[in-house]
C-alpha cells in the first residue's frame, strides 16, 4: 500500500538557519503530494503541494519539488523564524481516490 | 475565513460507551472526511463522505464506527462502543471536491479519551 516517511523529530534550529525536512513516498501511480503543518492547538493546514513530477510547490518561504526519480518531496526554507516552530506532516493522495496517507509529522523547534 | 469546527475540544468517556463527535465542515464544501492520530503515532484516514453516502472507507473503520450527516451543517462520526484504542485526536476535515487540486481543510480535532 501507499507510504510515507519522514525524518523523526524534533528538529531544533536556531533562528535564520537553513531547514530541510526529508520525505519520500511510496504509491503505485502518480499521486499529488503535500506539505501540512500544525501549530500548537489547531488543525492541520495545508502548506504547500505538487500534483506532478518535477512541480514545485512553494509557500511561506517554504518550498519543495516533487522528485518522482527519487519518490522524494523534501522540504526546505532557507531562514527560519520562530513563528515557524510546528508539527509538519507530509501526505500523498492518489489520483483515483479521496484519502490523504501520512507521515508521521516532524515536530520543528526554533530558538531565537 | 471560513473554517472546519469540532465539539468537543476533548472528550472522556468508559469503555463500553457511545460517543458522538461533531464537525460542522466549511459550508460551500461537498466532501467530508474522518482522520484519526493515535499519540505517536500517524494521522490516518478513516473514511471520506459525498451525497450522503460513504465514499471511501479504511480497514480501521469496521462496523464500531459509523457517519451521518443529520442535517446541512453537521458531520458526525459515531463509536457505537468504545475500546481502550479508540482513544485518540479525530480531525475532520472537508473539501469542495476530491480532486486533488481542491485542499482538504482541517478542523482543530477532538481529544478521545477513553477509560
Known amino acids: 500500500g501507499d507510504s510515507v516517511t519522514q525524518m523523526e523529530g524534533p528538529v531544533t534550529l536556531s533562528e535564520e538557519a537553513f531547514l530541510t525536512i526529508n520525505c519520500t513516498y511510496t504509491?503505485?501511480?502518480?499521486?499529488?503530494l503535500f506539505w501540512y503543518v500544525q501549530y500548537p492547538g489547531e488543525g492541520l493546514q495545508l502548506l504547500l503541494k505538487?500534483?506532478?513530477?518535477?512541480d514545485k510547490g512553494s509557500n511561506k518561504g517554504f518550498e519543495a519539488t516533487y522528485r518522482k526519480e527519487t519518490t522524494s518531496f523534501h522540504l526546505e526554507k532557507g531562514s527560519v523564524q520562530v513563528s515557524d516552530s510546528a508539527v509538519y506532516f507530509c501526505a500523498l493522495r492518489r489520483d483515483a481516490g479521496n484519502m490523504l496517507t501520512f507521515g508521521g509529522g516532524t515536530r520543528l523547534m526554533v530558538k531565537p | 475565513e471560513p473554517e472546519v469546527t469540532q465539539t468537543p475540544s476533548h472528550q472522556v468517556t468508559q469503555m463500553g460507551q457511545e460517543v458522538i463527535l461533531r464537525c460542522v465542515p466549511i459550508s460551500n464544501h461537498l466532501y467530508f472526511y474522518w482522520y484519526r492520530q493515535i499519540l505517536g503515532q500517524k494521522v490516518e484516514f478513516l473514511v471520506s463522505f459525498y451525497n450522503n453516502e460513504i465514499s471511501e472507507k479504511s480497514e480501521i473503520f469496521d462496523d464500531q464506527f459509523s457517519v451521518e450527516r443529520p442535517d446541512g451543517s453537521n458531520f458526525t462520526l459515531k463509536i457505537r462502543s468504545t475500546k481502550l484504542e479508540d482513544s485518540a485526536m479525530y480531525f475532520c476535515a472537508s473539501s469542495e471536491s476530491q480532486s486533488p487540486y481542491n485542499e482538504q481543510f482541517f478542523g482543530p480535532g477532538t481529544r478521545l479519551t477513553v477509560l
Open positions: 505538487a500534483t506532478k513530477a518535477d
Open positions: 504509491a503505485t501511480g502518480y499521486p499529488s
